[in-house]
């Protein structure tokens, strides 16, 4: 135990950023059990800890702990709870949960038997808490941490400090929002590099190490995250990477399950549980129609990487158009239903068409559809329907 709590007060000494995410004020840390979930390197764990050093004057009465410490090969997290609860614990944050085995039954056991002691736990973007822990997800708050948007890389950088902006905002009032903004900063240039790497908080620490790094957590996501998540075997792990070297070196990659299925030589229905397990990992975005459900087995219309740090790091020639509908994609995605649509780039919430290109984009794919705009990268300001690109990124 002595070993867990030097390590929780050596990491709150650590430095990390003063601001912090746009999720925060949205939790109530009131909650009893938080289960905070999120992609692997968005900041899950920065998040408890500045919470911990704002919240607790005596910081003993909390205590941060990672599931996979060694001292858990023969200690459970009952004996935790009981020891942090009979030294005068009131909070518990216990980090990547699901790399602790039945870590359901244990923190629904610490729930009933500890009515006085508050959890926080963080886990893989997989986890399933309605599956995972039964009734007690109707008494427990879910919430998903995503990777830095725009808005907030240009926060951390100092550049800027804009409030967020609505999808209605944007379609109504672009012209002078953008006019406004550009007006304090250059964005265009620091958008370039935001697509780079600006999606994972820890660029700042890693500097032209960032697309190494990057490649090191996706590694760790196919051989420990999932795994720990979904009981798989080794083959389909190694299929998993020969399917991301296949769409690293394709960009565009033209979907073709049956040709894929030739390639890995796999069935089409194993093809798309591999889709399944990447994009519930938050590596790939799969887009449907919105006709079509997304099930897992169901053949999706496009496959995107989740967001373009992940393009650009597995592939370093990537296509610029599918660039940027990845980063389109990936900002809509935030509060609101994305498709595939029949005519245009991408439908958000059945009704609203967008296509996407670069700054000579015109509006000839999408004449007369109501509702619809053309997302134009390369330009500060836009002009009736025509809306810069780098603006999405202002919506969280």
Sequence with gaps: MKRLIENYIRLLG??????????????????RLIVLKGARGVGKTTMLLQHITRTFEDTSKALYVAADHIWFANHTLIDLAEYHYTHGGTHLFIDEIHKYQNWQQEIKNIYDSFPRLNLVVTGSSMLRIEHALGDLSRRCKEYTLRGLSFREYLKLEGVADWPVLSLEDILQHHPQLASKMTGQAKVLGHFENYLRHGYYPFYIEEGNGFDERLQRVINT?????????????????????????????????????????????????????????????????????????????????????????????????????????T???????????????????????KHILFEVGGRTKGYKQIANIPESYVVADGIDIGFENKIPLWLFGMMY
């Design 14 to 31: 650590e430095p990390r950023p003063s601001s912090f995410r746009y999720l925060y004020e949205s939790i109530n840390w009131k909650n």
């Design 221 to 325: 996501v196919l051989t420990e995250d999932i795994p720990a998540v979904v009981s798989v075997e080794y083959e389909t792990i190694y299929k998993l990477r020969q399917l991301l070297a296949i769409f690293s070196e394709q960009s565009p990659y033209t979907l073709n399950v049956s040709a894929l299925a030739r390639t890995l030589e796999t069935s089409t229905s194993q093809v798309m549980k591999l889709f399944d397990l990447l994009n519930q990992a938050a590596i790939i975005r799969r887009l449907f129609s919105k006709e079509r459900s997304m099930k897992m087995l169901q053949k999706p219309e496009k496959i995107l990487f989740d967001n373009t740090n992940i393009m650009y790091a597995l592939s370093p020639q990537a296509d610029q158009g599918t660039m940027r509908e």
């Design 327 to 349: 980063y389109f994609a990936d900002m809509m995605s935030f509060g609101h239903s994305i498709s595939m649509p029949q005519k245009g780039d991408l439908l958000v919430d």
